[in-house]
Structure formats: structure tokens, C-alpha cells
């Protein structure tokens, strides 16, 4: 099921998306291409396929999430430009391709994510392809700043930075990661479930609970495969958070009590979604996808 619906969201978000960069002026071709190529080397593209999951799951209409979708797309992009950089983790591979600072150069990987950034926001503000109420949209937009900033993903990054060559406790660990990885994927939940236009208060806080699981969940089998995966395989730099001495899930439990955790936050996600019915059935796809995928 999952592999059909993955290749169904990709499509849908990718047609989306392929509309967003066409550079207004001849001088701005170069930025824009950076833009593009950052966003559309590949990708799972997990975030959008939980907008679109929780949106279903609501039986809203896909039209009015296409929007967040790209969004979140946007936003993670970005974060991987950025964090690929010299002055932070210093990669040269991103989904098997050259990371952008090296396709294009430094100065204009920055600036690449720069407007990827307020391009995300852009995307979110309007009402083509979001849902027409003002005061919604408006919401949805507070949602992802306060996901994306200094209280949640890039506030993970600082935290990650600072955190290389020290040993953080399963605390501490799962706090940083509910903001650096954690909060866009609770956002892509949040978002797709507001964008239905008919989430209730109770199913908000169900649909928290399962974003929240499985955003741990996501980061824990991340730290695995950098210790079993390879560099093809993964399309980044196999052992890298090994190499830098970053704190990892595996390095404080050992291997088999994180492979362990992670089914373990699999099950409370599956467990947040058990009032909810068969149209549901792509979140728990995705849950299951997120602890058994192997890049």
C-alpha cells in the first residue's frame, strides 16, 4: 500500500511544487535553479505524505492541502541546504547528489535556502491550494513558523551543534530531537489535519500524539541506519554522526534497545490513531514505513 501512495503524493506534490521557481528576472536564473535543485534531486518526501495522511484521514479535500504540502517541503529543503554547509556539517552528498554548496558554491547555497524559506511561507499564505478561510490560513502559518523556528527546528540544529563531543542523556537526546526533526513532522500533521477545514480539538490532540511518536521514531531509525546502512544506499555520507561524535540513539542504548525503541514509539502513534477509522489507514502506513525503510 505504502509505496503506491508514496509515488501518488510525490507526483501530486511534485507537479505542485515544479511551478513555484520561475525566476522572475534573468539575473535571478542562477538562484532559482540552486532553489530547484535543492528541492528536486529526490527525496522521500515524508512530510508531504503526512499532510496529505492526515488530511485523508479527516476525509478533507486534497486540493486544500496542496499547499502545506509544498510548504513543508520547502522548509525541509532548506534546513538540509543550510545544514550541509562548511559551517555546520561540512557534507558533500545529499540523495546521491552533490549537496547544493558544492553544485552551485557556498554563497549562493545560502541564499538558495534563504528563499526557500519565505517562499515556503508565500506558498502557505495564499489561498490557492490552502483552505479560503483567512483566519485559518493565518493559523497554519503561526503553526509552521513557531515549527520551523528557534522553538523547534532550528532551535534541534543549535542544540545539535553544541552537542557534538558531549554525552546527552535519553532526556535531553529526545528533546533535541523533538525540535531539530520532530516539529516539522508534527507540523505536517497539524497542518494537513487544519487544512481539512473539520479537525476537531480531540482529533487535533490524537494526530499530536501520533506525530510526536513517530517524529522520535523517524530520528531513531535515522541514527541506526548511519551504523548499518551504506553511503549508496543512504545517499548521504555513511557514519557521519559516528564520525563527528554527535550524540545518537544507538551510541547511549546500544543497537538492539534502539531498534527496539523504535517499534516501540511505532506502536504509541499506531495506538494515538485507534478511534480514528479506515480512512486513517495511510497514517499507519506511514508509521510502519518510518521504523522499516532503509535509506
Not at 535543485?37 to 486534497?62: N, T
Not at 494526530?207 to 551504506?230: C, M, N, P, T
Not at 555513511?238 to 506502536?267: F, S
Not at 477509522?277 to 514505513?289: E, F, I, K, Q
Amino acid at each position: 500500500m505504502i509505496d503506491s501512495y508514496q509515488k501518488r503524493c510525490q507526483q501530486r506534490v511534485d507537479a505542485c511544487l515544479n511551478t513555484l521557481f520561475k525566476a522572475p528576472l534573468p539575473a535571478l536564473e542562477r538562484l532559482y535553479k540552486a532553489m530547484h535543485y535543492s528541492v528536486m534531486i529526490g527525496g522521500k518526501r515524508v512530510r508531504p505524505l503526512l499532510v496529505y495522511a492526515s488530511c485523508e484521514a479527516l476525509e478533507g479535500d486534497l486540493a486544500q492541502a496542496d499547499g502545506a504540502a509544498c510548504a513543508l517541503e520547502l522548509i525541509h529543503a532548506y534546513s538540509l541546504v543550510h545544514d550541509d554547509l562548511p559551517a555546520m556539517d561540512d557534507d558533500d552528498l545529499r540523495r546521491g547528489q552533490p549537496t547544493t554548496h558544492k553544485a552551485f558554491d557556498e554563497a549562493c547555497a545560502i541564499l538558495a535556502g534563504d528563499g526557500l524559506q519565505s517562499l515556503a511561507f508565500e506558498t502557505l499564505s495564499r489561498p490557492e491550494h490552502n483552505p479560503q478561510d483567512p483566519a485559518l490560513r493565518l493559523h497554519m502559518l503561526q503553526v509552521l513558523a513557531k515549527a520551523a523556528g528557534p522553538a523547534g527546528m532550528v532551535g534541534g540544529q543549535a542544540t545539535d551543534l553544541e552537542s557534538v563531543g558531549h554525552k546527552l542523556d535519553q532526556t535531553a537526546l529526545e528533546q533535541m530531537h523533538r525540535q531539530k526533526t520532530g516539529a516539522l513532522i508534527e507540523a505536517s500533521v497539524v497542518l494537513g489535519a487544519l487544512a481539512s477545514a473539520q479537525a476537531t480539538q480531540i482529533q487535533l490532540t490524537a494526530l499530536r500524539h501520533y506525530a510526536q511518536a513517530i517524529g522520535l521514531a523517524f530520528q531513531v531509525q535515522d541514527d541506526i541506519l548511519d551504523v548499518e546502512s551504506d553511503t549508496q544506499t543512504l545517499g548521504k555520507t555513511q557514519g557521519a554522526d559516528i564520525a563527528r561524535d554527535k550524540p545518537t540513539y544507538p551510541a547511549l542504548l546500544g543497537l538492539p534497545q534502539a531498534k527496539a525503541y523504535a517499534l516501540e514509539l511505532r506502536d504509541q502513534a499506531l495506538k494515538a490513531l485507534e478511534d480514528f477509522g479506515t480512512s486513517a489507514d495511510p497514517l499507519r502506513a506511514l508509521a510502519n514505513y518510518i521504523v522499516e525503510r532503509r535509506h
